[in-house]
């Protein structure tokens, strides 16, 4: 009421501004809880550059790899959230309430059930590429690895043990397994490799082209590279976000991520490096005539080459949560727009 009065006293303009603000917080808190804090957002964009991928290797139309990636990636992010959720030592319980109410659980199952549709309709090369991407995405946080526990284990002690069973029992006592993700500097390379997977093998399987056949100085490669590249930057953006909570974690639980490893400034470096070397491969490879044109013909990914680029650079430990989880996310759309743009110029 205080503010409406203030505003009166200043005029209709103060009156009109307050409003707009007042509408703006509005939306802008409802497009976070319903959007980005449900992972649409960031599925959403992911799955655009499936778009991307068919506008630079001139394939087909086609939205259902954009809607298996969508979809897949709601059920996988909000599966994550719910977990991270259940494992953390102090929880959040506004976080808590939010990843177990009804309708984000009926959300997830949903997108768990569209996605088994949209898999049982894909053809073979698109189940085997959408398959490497889920394996990807799911295993890293998987206890995979083994290594032994210290101390020796001796003969006599596993001969005492009676059957294989309790002998195959006995020798997995003396290894402990790590996640993929706990090895040192990992964890934002192979979420960037499942999202590139998911955004380039998935449309090439869905008509009927395997990664795997081609060769390394295919297009497709060459757009593989690149995209992994520009996904690398987001996913490592995110660990700098983490970087705090990650370092909080009990020693058993902490996950080594480069965020973690090395200093900001190297990590923008490394980063910058890496997105400046595909494109300059692009550009010479383009110039020896070992692919079509991706550079110079398709402007999307220099475009989004500068776009991550420019964010990289940008990059401070203490941005707010929105900047990463609206903005940097946003800059996943951005190939997909400009190819839009550029097929409308052309």
Known sequence: MGVAIDASRQGPRASWKASAEAVWDSFYEGFKRSIVDTSIWVSAGLASLTLFTQHVLELPFDLRPFLLVLFSGIAIYNLDHVNDQRSRSMPDETAEEFFSSFPLLTLMASAFVATGLMVSVAPAAAKTAFGLYLAIGLSYSVHLIPSRKPGRMRLDELWQHRG??????????????????????????????????????????????????????????????????????????????????????????????????????????????????????????????????????????????????????????DLKADVFNIWIEATFFVPALVAVTHSALH
């Open 164 to 317: 294989l069973r309790a002998k195959a029992r006995f020798v997995l006592d003396r290894f402990h397994f790590t996640q993929p993700k706990q090895i040192p500097g990992a964890k934002a390379w192979l979420v960037a490799f499942a999202m590139t997977t998911g955004a380039v093998a998935l449309p090439l399987g869905w008509v009927g082209i395997s990664l795997g056949s081609l060769s390394l100085t295919s297009p497709a490669w060459m757009l593989f590279f690149f995209v992994f590249a520009f996904c690398s930057c987001n996913t490592h953006a995110f660990d700098v976000r983490d970087k705090e909570e990650d370092l909080a974690k009990p020693v058993a639980k902490q996950v080594f991520t480069m965020a973690t490893l090395i200093e900001l400034k190297e990590l923008k470096r490394a980063l910058s490096l890496l997105l400046l070397s595909v494109l300059l491969v692009l550009s010479v490879g383009e110039k020896l005539g070992w692919f079509q044109g991706l550079t110079l013909t398709h402007p999307e990914i220099l475009i989004a080459g500068a776009v991550a680029l420019l964010y990289v650079q940008l990059l401070r430990d």
